[in-house]
């Protein structure tokens, strides 16, 4: 299973920016979907995550300004991001886990994109 990934960028402090995911491969049942991120110097956590019955949940520093949305029909994710603080600067990486064709299961993750929040 692949992800790919677009958006991100350099956004100024207070801005928004949008991030989606795509899914493709041999995809029986997505489980969950997700995105995490990685600060300099730090390990990769938790920022949302969405399951198939659009349940989600979300890292205390991101609720109430980040919204993780999903899109079943197109295995697609997405995580719209408003106001952004330098402490949301970090490579953020997509996450999709469920049963491939063969009832395999898979633990995929996107390439990760940069996004970088400038104060």
């Known amino acids: 299973v692949q992800l790919v990934e677009s958006g991100g960028g350099l956004v100024q402090a207070g801005g928004s920016l949008s991030l989606s995911c795509e899914a493709s491969?041999?995809?029986?049942?997505?489980?969950?979907m997700g995105w995490y991120r990685q600060r300099p110097g730090n390990q990769r956590e938790l920022v949302a995550v969405t399951t198939a019955g659009h349940s989600t949940d979300y890292a205390d520093s991101v609720k109430g300004r980040f919204t993780i949305s999903r899109l079943n029909a197109l295995n697609t994710v997405y995580l719209q991001m408003n106001s952004l603080q330098p402490e949301d600067t970090a490579v953020y990486y997509c996450?999709?886990?469920?049963?491939?064709?063969?009832?395999?299961?898979?633990?995929?993750w996107g390439q990760g994109t940069q996004v970088t929040v400038s104060s």
């Open positions: 996450n999709a886990r469920g049963y491939t064709e063969m009832r395999l299961v898979f633990d995929s």
């Open positions: 491969g041999s995809i029986f049942r997505l489980v969950a």
